[in-house]
């Protein structure tokens, strides 16, 4: 028993010195920042692609403002992360934007920064960049601007090395779901099982977005959840089951390699880089992360393939993609000063210069590291289109949504395709049908509940899908 | 001390009676921080979660959007909660029946004095238990990962000629839980058996020898009824330890594919504090009512199996589901 | 028990073949963190690397900041063990020592508690926290794992003061200590095996102790303990196999490095509480 106390006591002493030896430096290392009068502003980025621009851009401010650092801190989970600092009244000193613009104003979290965004400042901005509830609130801005409301679609990578290796062209790429098949099964073939046609994904979102964009070459009238002709939220449409079901064919028949449904984009990404996937569906902004993270340059973009090689596309300014400010900062000059030094060389630093997409600002310099960048930005200009924003009609509609989400039980369909693909859900339409009719009823009910908000704000019968829809048919409307 | 001899009988008594006011007194001083910490950091979160429970609260802002029963209706016809109920009943029932079972054999080995090496054993089969939980998911998620180590074994020996999705096949994902957790239990499960091995006199063994019984007449007849109320504790322990699978499933599947492996657990913590695995919103009211129905659960489950055990042993071993179900949670 | 040898020979081939495959998990991590990203991927149920990256270590201390969650574990885990023993301690001894007005009606009030359901209280606890401002610092974390009723520490105690003859105190107090030097000089050196046991026992659960930390250090990354730093590791850096496999090995090698040491102390810290 004696040896036990003694065990116990050389355990803790020494844990104890160790930890007392750390503070020690710690308590050190902090009372030479404060001896230096730096300012510290914190920021907490959730876009892993963005990571190396942020980090190019804050060494060169820090460079410039000695006076000012920049934390930043990468948050693996957004949002909670987000909501607990809210709830606690913590939040960081900036952010890149997660949780609803109208949920943080009624709290009145976020800081309002008409003081740098003058009418000259928001021209220097890409159309469709100021929308309510992402960048703007009732005409005011409360969000700084990061990537093109015109990005953001899916498109699809193809491996060269693999092209090469197996005699293919860009000839060969393939536009319709059949063709996709149909080479796939070559690539099987002629690499004897080494090569998957496709590695794809397990995340909700990445294959809501994935079945709606492949949906739209279906059922183009339903772009998101929303059906503009009818105006009431729909998700249940022929396009996305479709879609689902394609997905789900290329696992079973073994043309989708079967880890893609226990991976996230990181790994799906790193699994087509080493040549284990010949094509790779993804966002504008693996681009850089194939260049930068995995080291690999030698690959091409297209388009997804579609059921029978028809368009799709995505709605363009899916999301706010932002920095927000914490209103209650104590550094409010110092955060302007970022914000102004952000203004200027931002875009170009961690955009155009990383390849990580593509700028909301217009006519931004730099370099883009791998040439295949303008491809890209070709398609996405010519993927995401602007689709009618409710909320720019009637700006009612934004509380009205959030209350009639508040009713769901789930907020998508995409945890649903996860399960139908991984073979958890036999009844793929029956439970996209439970969702879409909730979405339906509780939409209508709050109808009922918002006077100032009507059907008649969903329903666009100038709008026609694909063609762009301007800020002037709004007028046409009216 | 000439006074104490004097009248020392009703002085020694009045001394006596200080004496025991004074130590009461300490007493009370001793008590006093216990009580200050049990009351603010376990009753008051337990009245509020109830109080919580009963209005819709995303955490932030006051609590003014009061439900009612509202909550618990909702949960109690809310398929996904149901499923989540079921999920921890497989859960806490198969590293039960693994865990404790699987002890229950090795201990009985190891219990043999004659057997070299039983300390290297023990150590061995122990170690998992000193591990931590969450981290030990991870490592398990890239071990019988489609490519995993698992997999790749199980290929090479041509076992299986397609890698087996252990963690996105529901079937397979609870299965593989199941195992995780009770590899992770087994070495305390078989310490206890152990403890209750030892407590067994030698005498008994060595009679059953005279009158000519073999080991397995022995084990039936001699060591397994007289290790009964020894088992009703750790059986008992397992069971409540297996209610917090908390730790293993958000690192191991997160309750995926499609919530087909969310614990009550995760099912709390995924509505409190994550608005994408839960409802599409932060819901602390909603996630507290699932927290009062846990609790009404864990109650139950103690009580059944409490009633098994009996005397002392009540006592300790509610202290530990205590300890276990109650501050770690 | 078992007589013959060779079935003794059949049990110890059973009990070593089981062994590896029981701590392989082990063995793999370590193996696998001194691996390149690539030969990760691509190596297969191969096991020795070719060629040792002790940089994966210096990678995760110092870039993914293990270095930061290791201290932060450590000082979690001596605090809280500190304070349990501290509050277990003085609570076992009133109850197991000291008769006093009420001793019955709290003992039945602390076996009471553990019949009401405690349900799940880390929404109100992590409210709690952070509305007495302690979610800034790792106190926050420290007094919500160590708050509680400790009710078997408690009981171990009470019953290892009440079974101490009298005699004890009795020597001392004729020597003219007060209770204060009674209790700290005698008697608690004397519960030594006891404060050993709950050292144990309250070490492992802390420095495994996931959801408290998580919850409370979900927007102070700075804060995180070993545990919830891995997890956030993972998220942030999806495709850093090996360097996972580092943090890995740096959370999981001390405390089993340690109890291999002492792994007699371990077992019977366990055996010894069950039984009590």
């Given at each position: 028993m004696k040896k036990i106390s003694w065990f116990i006591f050389s355990l803790m002493t020494v844990l104890l010195i160790l930890s007392a030896c750390n503070s020690d430096e710690e308590t050190e290392g902090d009372s030479e920042e404060e001896n230096d009068d730096v300012v510290t502003l914190t920021f907490w980025n959730r876009y892993p692609e963005l990571r190396g621009g942020f980090e190019d851009l804050i060494e060169q401010f820090e460079a410039e403002h000695p006076g000012i650092k920049i934390e930043k801190q990468e948050v693996p989970e957004p949002e909670t992360q987000l909501r607990t600092a809210l709830s606690e009244g913590d939040l960081p000193d900036m952010w890149t934007n997660i949780v609803e613009l109208a949920e943080l104003m009624e709290v009145d979290a976020v800081k309002n920064l008409d003081e740098i965004f003058t009418d000259d400042v928001k021209d220097q901005f890409q159309e469709g960049t100021w929308f309510e509830n992402g960048t703007t609130a009732d005409g005011s801005v409360y969000g700084f601007p990061l990537?093109?409301?015109?990005?953001k679609a899916m498109i699809m990578y193809y491996n060269k090395d693999v092209f090469d290796m197996l005699g293919l062209t860009e000839d060969d790429i393939p536009a319709s779901w059949e063709e996709f098949k149909e080479l796939g099964q070559r690539i099987i073939d002629e690499s004897s099982g080494a090569v998957y046609p496709i590695v794809w994904n397990n995340p909700g979102w990445a294959n809501e977005q994935l079945v709606s964009m492949m949906g739209t070459a279906i059922t183009?009238?339903?772009?998101?959840?929303?059906n503009y002709k009818e105006g009431v939220p729909q998700v249940l449409s022929e396009g996305k089951v479709e879609s689902a079901k394609f997905l789900k064919d290329l696992l079973d028949e073994g043309l989708m390699a079967p880890q893609s449904v226990e991976i996230g984009l990181g790994e799906a990404e790193a699994t087509f880089s080493v040549g284990q996937s010949a094509f790779l569906w993804s966002g504008d902004w693996v681009g850089r992360q194939l260049f930068v993270e995995s080291e690999f340059e030698n690959w091409g973009v297209a388009p997804l393939p579609t059921k029978d090689g028809n368009p799709y596309y995505f709605h363009a300014g899916s999301e706010a993609t932002s920095i927000r400010v914490d209103n209650e900062t104590e550094h409010e000059e110092e955060v302007k000063t970022f914000l102004e030094y952000s203004l200027e060389h931002l875009h170009e630093v961690v955009y155009v210069n990383t390849g990580a997409g593509l700028p909301a600002k217009k006519e931004v310099g730099g370099e883009p590291p791998f040439e295949q960048y303008n491809d890209i930005m070709e398609l996405e200009n010519e993927l995401a289109i602007p689709v009618p924003k409710p909320a720019e009609f009637n700006p009612e509609v934004v509380e009205f949504n959030k209350a009639y989400r508040?009713?769901?039980?789930?907020?998508?369909?995409g945890d649903v395709v996860v399960g139908y693909i991984t073979g958890n859900i036999n009844d793929l339409e029956a439970e996209i049908e439970k969702i879409d009719q909730d979405m339906k009823d509780a939409f209508l009910e709050t109808l009922d509940e918002f006077p100032e908000v009507s059907q008649d704000d969903y329903i666009y019968p100038n709008w026609e899908p694909l063609a762009p829809y301007t800020i002037d048919k709004y007028d046409e409307l009216r | 001390m000439s006074k104490n001899n004097i009248n020392g009988k009703s002085d020694s008594n009045t001394k006596l009676k200080t004496l025991k006011k004074k130590k009461a007194m300490w007493a009370y001083i001793f008590l006093v921080p216990q009580i200050i910490v049990f009351f603010v950091f376990s009753a008051y979160p337990i009245v509020m979660s109830y109080v919580y429970s009963f209005y819709e609260w995303t955490?932030?802002?006051?609590?003014?959007?009061f439900v009612g029963l509202g909550n618990y209706q909702q949960l109690l016809t809310s398929p996904r909660f149901w499923n989540s109920a079921l999920v921890s009943i497989y859960y806490i029932l198969g590293t039960t029946i693994l865990g404790v079972g699987g002890a229950l054999i090795l201990a009985i080995i190891l219990n043999?004095?004659?057997?070299?090496g039983k300390g290297f054993y023990r150590a061995i089969y122990f170690l998992p238990v000193v591990t931590t939980t969450a981290i030990v998911g991870i490592i398990m998620g890239n071990i019988f990962g489609i490519n995993g180590f698992v997999n790749q074994i199980l290929l090479n020996v041509n076992l299986i000629d397609k890698p087996i999705p252990w963690l996105t096949d529901p079937f397979f994902a609870v299965i593989i839980l199941i195992v995780i957790g009770s590899w992770k239990g087994l070495g305390i499960n078989m310490v206890y058996w152990l403890a209750g091995l030892q407590s067994i006199p030698n005498e008994l063994y060595e009679s059953a020898q005279l009158d000519g019984a073999g080991f397995w007449s022995t084990l039936r007849h001699v060591t397994l009824p007289l290790l009964k109320p020894m088992a009703a504790v750790i059986i008992l322990l397992s069971l409540v330890s297996g209610i917090n699978a908390f730790d293993l499933v958000k690192t191991l599947t997160n309750g995926g594919p499609n919530f087909a492996t969310e614990t009550m657990d995760l099912f709390i913590y995924n509505f409190a504090f994550s608005s994408q695995l839960g409802g599409g919103q932060v819901r602390m009211g909603y996630a507290s009512a699932a927290g009062v129905l846990l609790g009404l659960f864990t109650f139950v489950i103690s009580m059944i199996f409490g009633a098994a055990s009996f005397g002392k042993q009540i006592t300790n071993l509610r202290g530990n589901k205590r300890r276990k179900g109650g501050v770690k949670v | 028990m078992i007589s013959t040898k060779s079935a003794r020979l059949v049990i110890h081939v059973l009990l070593i073949l089981f062994g590896i495959v029981w701590i392989y998990p082990f063995v793999w991590m370590v193996f696998s963190s001194l691996k390149t990203n690539q030969e990760f991927l691509t190596s297969g149920t191969a096991l020795i690397p070719e060629e040792f990256q002790w940089e994966n270590y210096t990678n995760a201390w110092h870039t993914a900041n293990f270095s930061g969650y290791f201290l932060n574990t450590i000082i979690f885990t001596v605090a809280t063990v500190v304070i349990v023993i501290f509050l277990s301690a003085l609570t076992g001894y009133a109850l197991g020592r000291i008769d006093f007005p009420g001793k019955k009606i709290i003992m039945i009030c602390v076996v009471a508690i553990m019949f009401i359901p405690k349900g799940y209280t880390i929404i109100p606890l992590f409210k709690l926290v952070s509305n007495m401002g302690l979610s800034d610092s790792i106190l926050g974390i420290i007094v919500a794992e160590a708050s509680g009723a400790h009710v078997l520490f408690i009981l171990m105690f009470a019953s290892f003061f009440a079974n101490l003859p009298k005699s004890i105190e009795e020597a001392a107090e004729i020597d003219g200590a007060g209770f204060l030097t009674v209790f700290s000089k005698v008697m608690l050196p004397l519960s030594m095996p006891i404060v050993a046991t709950t050292a144990i026992m309250q070490f492992i659960w802390t420095w495994s102790s996931f959801l408290v930390p998580l919850v409370l250090t979900i927007s102070k990354?700075?804060?995180?303990t070993l545990a919830v730093g891995m997890q956030s590791f993972v998220q942030t850096y999806a495709v850093d196999f090996s360097g996972m496999a580092a943090g890995a090995t740096i959370s999981l090698l001390p405390v089993m490095i340690i109890f291999i040491i002492m792994q007699r102390y371990f077992i019977e810290g366990v055996a010894g509480a069950v039984k009590s």
């Amino acid at each position: 028993m004696k040896k036990i106390s003694w065990f116990i006591f050389s355990l803790m002493t020494v844990l104890l010195i160790l930890s007392a030896c750390n503070s020690d430096e710690e308590t050190e290392g902090d009372s030479e920042e404060e001896n230096d009068d730096v300012v510290t502003l914190t920021f907490w980025n959730r876009y892993p692609e963005l990571r190396g621009g942020f980090e190019d851009l804050i060494e060169q401010f820090e460079a410039e403002h000695p006076g000012i650092k920049i934390e930043k801190q990468e948050v693996p989970e957004p949002e909670t992360q987000l909501r607990t600092a809210l709830s606690e009244g913590d939040l960081p000193d900036m952010w890149t934007n997660i949780v609803e613009l109208a949920e943080l104003m009624e709290v009145d979290a976020v800081k309002n920064l008409d003081e740098i965004f003058t009418d000259d400042v928001k021209d220097q901005f890409q159309e469709g960049t100021w929308f309510e509830n992402g960048t703007t609130a009732d005409g005011s801005v409360y969000g700084f601007p990061l990537a093109s409301p015109r990005s953001k679609a899916m498109i699809m990578y193809y491996n060269k090395d693999v092209f090469d290796m197996l005699g293919l062209t860009e000839d060969d790429i393939p536009a319709s779901w059949e063709e996709f098949k149909e080479l796939g099964q070559r690539i099987i073939d002629e690499s004897s099982g080494a090569v998957y046609p496709i590695v794809w994904n397990n995340p909700g979102w990445a294959n809501e977005q994935l079945v709606s964009m492949m949906g739209t070459a279906i059922t183009p009238e339903v772009p998101w959840q929303e059906n503009y002709k009818e105006g009431v939220p729909q998700v249940l449409s022929e396009g996305k089951v479709e879609s689902a079901k394609f997905l789900k064919d290329l696992l079973d028949e073994g043309l989708m390699a079967p880890q893609s449904v226990e991976i996230g984009l990181g790994e799906a990404e790193a699994t087509f880089s080493v040549g284990q996937s010949a094509f790779l569906w993804s966002g504008d902004w693996v681009g850089r992360q194939l260049f930068v993270e995995s080291e690999f340059e030698n690959w091409g973009v297209a388009p997804l393939p579609t059921k029978d090689g028809n368009p799709y596309y995505f709605h363009a300014g899916s999301e706010a993609t932002s920095i927000r400010v914490d209103n209650e900062t104590e550094h409010e000059e110092e955060v302007k000063t970022f914000l102004e030094y952000s203004l200027e060389h931002l875009h170009e630093v961690v955009y155009v210069n990383t390849g990580a997409g593509l700028p909301a600002k217009k006519e931004v310099g730099g370099e883009p590291p791998f040439e295949q960048y303008n491809d890209i930005m070709e398609l996405e200009n010519e993927l995401a289109i602007p689709v009618p924003k409710p909320a720019e009609f009637n700006p009612e509609v934004v509380e009205f949504n959030k209350a009639y989400r508040n009713k769901l039980e789930v907020g998508g369909i995409g945890d649903v395709v996860v399960g139908y693909i991984t073979g958890n859900i036999n009844d793929l339409e029956a439970e996209i049908e439970k969702i879409d009719q909730d979405m339906k009823d509780a939409f209508l009910e709050t109808l009922d509940e918002f006077p100032e908000v009507s059907q008649d704000d969903y329903i666009y019968p100038n709008w026609e899908p694909l063609a762009p829809y301007t800020i002037d048919k709004y007028d046409e409307l009216r | 001390m000439s006074k104490n001899n004097i009248n020392g009988k009703s002085d020694s008594n009045t001394k006596l009676k200080t004496l025991k006011k004074k130590k009461a007194m300490w007493a009370y001083i001793f008590l006093v921080p216990q009580i200050i910490v049990f009351f603010v950091f376990s009753a008051y979160p337990i009245v509020m979660s109830y109080v919580y429970s009963f209005y819709e609260w995303t955490g932030i802002g006051p609590l003014d959007d009061f439900v009612g029963l509202g909550n618990y209706q909702q949960l109690l016809t809310s398929p996904r909660f149901w499923n989540s109920a079921l999920v921890s009943i497989y859960y806490i029932l198969g590293t039960t029946i693994l865990g404790v079972g699987g002890a229950l054999i090795l201990a009985i080995i190891l219990n043999d004095q004659k057997l070299n090496g039983k300390g290297f054993y023990r150590a061995i089969y122990f170690l998992p238990v000193v591990t931590t939980t969450a981290i030990v998911g991870i490592i398990m998620g890239n071990i019988f990962g489609i490519n995993g180590f698992v997999n790749q074994i199980l290929l090479n020996v041509n076992l299986i000629d397609k890698p087996i999705p252990w963690l996105t096949d529901p079937f397979f994902a609870v299965i593989i839980l199941i195992v995780i957790g009770s590899w992770k239990g087994l070495g305390i499960n078989m310490v206890y058996w152990l403890a209750g091995l030892q407590s067994i006199p030698n005498e008994l063994y060595e009679s059953a020898q005279l009158d000519g019984a073999g080991f397995w007449s022995t084990l039936r007849h001699v060591t397994l009824p007289l290790l009964k109320p020894m088992a009703a504790v750790i059986i008992l322990l397992s069971l409540v330890s297996g209610i917090n699978a908390f730790d293993l499933v958000k690192t191991l599947t997160n309750g995926g594919p499609n919530f087909a492996t969310e614990t009550m657990d995760l099912f709390i913590y995924n509505f409190a504090f994550s608005s994408q695995l839960g409802g599409g919103q932060v819901r602390m009211g909603y996630a507290s009512a699932a927290g009062v129905l846990l609790g009404l659960f864990t109650f139950v489950i103690s009580m059944i199996f409490g009633a098994a055990s009996f005397g002392k042993q009540i006592t300790n071993l509610r202290g530990n589901k205590r300890r276990k179900g109650g501050v770690k949670v | 028990m078992i007589s013959t040898k060779s079935a003794r020979l059949v049990i110890h081939v059973l009990l070593i073949l089981f062994g590896i495959v029981w701590i392989y998990p082990f063995v793999w991590m370590v193996f696998s963190s001194l691996k390149t990203n690539q030969e990760f991927l691509t190596s297969g149920t191969a096991l020795i690397p070719e060629e040792f990256q002790w940089e994966n270590y210096t990678n995760a201390w110092h870039t993914a900041n293990f270095s930061g969650y290791f201290l932060n574990t450590i000082i979690f885990t001596v605090a809280t063990v500190v304070i349990v023993i501290f509050l277990s301690a003085l609570t076992g001894y009133a109850l197991g020592r000291i008769d006093f007005p009420g001793k019955k009606i709290i003992m039945i009030c602390v076996v009471a508690i553990m019949f009401i359901p405690k349900g799940y209280t880390i929404i109100p606890l992590f409210k709690l926290v952070s509305n007495m401002g302690l979610s800034d610092s790792i106190l926050g974390i420290i007094v919500a794992e160590a708050s509680g009723a400790h009710v078997l520490f408690i009981l171990m105690f009470a019953s290892f003061f009440a079974n101490l003859p009298k005699s004890i105190e009795e020597a001392a107090e004729i020597d003219g200590a007060g209770f204060l030097t009674v209790f700290s000089k005698v008697m608690l050196p004397l519960s030594m095996p006891i404060v050993a046991t709950t050292a144990i026992m309250q070490f492992i659960w802390t420095w495994s102790s996931f959801l408290v930390p998580l919850v409370l250090t979900i927007s102070k990354p700075e804060l995180r303990t070993l545990a919830v730093g891995m997890q956030s590791f993972v998220q942030t850096y999806a495709v850093d196999f090996s360097g996972m496999a580092a943090g890995a090995t740096i959370s999981l090698l001390p405390v089993m490095i340690i109890f291999i040491i002492m792994q007699r102390y371990f077992i019977e810290g366990v055996a010894g509480a069950v039984k009590s």
